[in-house]
């Protein structure tokens, strides 16, 4: 049975698996591997959702906010193994139930690969006019 839980601060035993989701998803390159990093994360984000199999993580998201007005649902991923069981959608609920109950009334997203359709029935739609920018290390 998966569990939900919210992370306040960094737990020893999930470091090394949220790193492995995070290079699964295509977002860290191996250098990018640093514990202390991802301890940054967790705590300086409006939230971070842990979904867990045990003592296996099985997918994860966070929001980062300015707690009054704005919210972004980020790196929102499930592990290839535990995908279609519906750990994704309940992810995104408990994430924005969270959200609303913080009163926080704009949330955006990047729906990264093509993988828009999965938000459209939360209620997320495209952004007219808008384009996605990203400034790269150089």
Same mark, same amino acid.
């Given at each position: 049975?998966?569990?939900?839980?919210? *992370?306040? =601060?960094? $737990?020893? +035993?999930?470091?090394?698996?949220?790193? #492995?989701?995070?290079?699964?998803?295509?977002? !860290? @390159? +191996? +250098?990018?591997? =640093? @514990? &202390?990093?991802?301890? $940054?994360?967790?705590?300086?984000?409006?939230?971070?959702?842990?979904? *867990?199999? %045990? $003592?296996?993580?099985?997918?994860?998201?966070?929001?980062?906010?300015?707690?009054?007005?704005?919210?972004?649902?980020? =790196? &929102?991923?499930?592990?290839? =193994?535990?995908?279609?069981? %519906?750990?994704?959608?309940?992810?995104?609920? #408990?994430?924005?139930?969270?959200? $609303?109950?913080?009163?926080?009334? !704009?949330?955006? *997203?990047?729906?990264?690969?093509?993988?828009?359709?999965?938000?459209? @029935?939360?209620?997320? +739609? /495209?952004?007219?006019?808008?384009? @996605?920018? *990203?400034?790269? /290390?150089?």
């Amino acid at each position: 049975m998966t569990i939900y839980r919210f *992370l306040e =601060d960094a $737990q020893p +035993e999930l470091l090394d698996q949220i790193i #492995t989701l995070y290079r699964r998803a295509g977002w !860290w @390159p +191996e +250098e990018d591997a =640093d @514990p &202390l990093l991802v301890a $940054q994360i967790i705590k300086g984000s409006h939230c971070f959702l842990a979904a *867990l199999d %045990g $003592q296996r993580l099985a997918g994860m998201g966070r929001v980062i906010s300015d707690r009054a007005s704005d919210a972004y649902i980020q =790196d &929102l991923t499930v592990h290839p =193994d535990y995908r279609r069981r %519906g750990i994704g959608t309940c992810l995104v609920n #408990t994430l924005l139930k969270r959200l $609303q109950t913080d009163g926080i009334p !704009w949330i955006g *997203l990047i729906a990264e690969r093509n993988s828009f359709p999965f938000y459209i @029935p939360f209620g997320f +739609e /495209k952004m007219p006019d808008s384009t @996605p920018m *990203l400034l790269r /290390k150089s």
